[in-house]
């Protein structure tokens, strides 16, 4: 199979299962308009993650990385009656984008985003007696992915709901030489995550629009 026929299956199930809108869609173009990279979760993916907000009852969910707000918009649909999205973001651009896209969606008054270098961020949220986050979806810059988990660790609580992204990253999360910081900070975090007995985690790999790659799913057993 190719990437090109991964990303027509893709298309066909966004089409068939109404996996877009008029919402996300303009989001994109937002994102596209402001010259933001084209790296946000695919269609399937964010109703996926919809989904799985929905599924565990998510009343409060912290996201780590922002960018356009796509991913942001898909969790907040999933949150239960009364629920909440922080987020966080390090480019004012991409803060800019995404609170606008917030506005377009009618989710302003759900999502809160927090502008600085995520790791300032959390700690902030950890001073203020923020969370137990009920969901924690981390996909920011990859080489820092292991202060991220230990930040989501401690603003969790049994039962929260941990998501890595971007841990497959075309097979190269396998290399044995020349990784890069990339790749190092994605093995960092699947050994971390690996042999903390407090998470139980599974690693789905995917193929789609957004190539080969894939992600962990944890759950918090206790603290």
Same mark, same amino acid.
């Given at each position: 199979?190719?990437?090109?026929?991964?990303?027509?299956?893709?298309?066909?199930?966004?089409?068939?299962?109404?996996?877009?809108?008029?919402?996300?869609?303009?989001?994109?173009?937002?994102?596209?308009?402001?010259?933001?990279?084209?790296?946000?979760?695919?269609?399937?993916?964010?109703?996926?993650?919809?989904?799985?907000?929905?599924?565990?009852?998510?009343?409060?969910?912290?996201?780590?990385?922002?960018?356009?707000?796509?991913?942001?918009?898909?969790?907040?649909?999933?949150?239960?009656?009364?629920?909440?999205?922080?987020? *966080?973001?390090?480019?004012?651009?991409?803060?800019?984008?995404?609170?606008?896209?917030?506005?377009?969606?009618?989710?302003?008054?759900?999502?809160?985003?927090?502008?600085?270098?995520?790791?300032?961020?959390?700690?902030?949220?950890?001073?203020?007696?923020?969370?137990?986050?009920? *969901?924690?979806?981390?996909?920011?810059?990859?080489?820092?992915?292991?202060?991220?988990?230990?930040?989501?660790?401690?603003?969790?609580?049994?039962?929260?709901?941990?998501?890595?992204?971007?841990?497959?990253?075309?097979?190269?999360?396998?290399?044995?030489?020349?990784?890069?910081?990339?790749?190092?900070?994605?093995?960092?975090?699947?050994?971390?995550?690996?042999?903390?007995?407090?998470?139980?985690?599974?690693?789905?790999?995917?193929?789609?629009?957004?190539?080969?790659?894939?992600?962990?799913?944890?759950?918090?057993?206790?603290?």
């Amino acid at each position: 199979m190719t990437h090109q026929q991964w990303t027509a299956v893709d298309d066909y199930f966004t089409d068939q299962l109404a996996l877009a809108d008029q919402t996300l869609d303009a989001a994109l173009a937002a994102s596209a308009a402001a010259g933001l990279p084209a790296i946000q979760v695919s269609p399937p993916q964010g109703r996926l993650l919809q989904l799985l907000a929905g599924i565990h009852g998510a009343r409060s969910i912290l996201e780590i990385g922002t960018l356009g707000g796509y991913s942001t918009i898909c969790l907040a649909r999933g949150l239960a009656q009364g629920g909440h999205v922080t987020t *966080l973001e390090i480019d004012p651009k991409h803060a800019d984008v995404a609170a606008a896209n917030f506005a377009r969606a009618g989710l302003t008054d759900v999502i809160e985003l927090r502008l600085g270098p995520a790791m300032d961020s959390l700690s902030a949220l950890a001073d203020e007696g923020a969370g137990p986050f009920d *969901l924690i979806f981390i996909d920011a810059d990859k080489p820092n992915n292991p202060g991220y988990f230990t930040w989501s660790l401690r603003l969790a609580r049994p039962g929260t709901v941990i998501i890595v992204d971007n841990v497959v990253r075309n097979g190269s999360v396998i290399e044995t030489s020349g990784r890069s910081d990339v790749v190092n900070g994605v093995r960092k975090v699947v050994e971390m995550i690996g042999g903390d007995p407090r998470v139980t985690a599974t690693a789905i790999q995917t193929v789609g629009g957004k190539g080969y790659d894939g992600f962990i799913l944890a759950t918090v057993n206790h603290l």
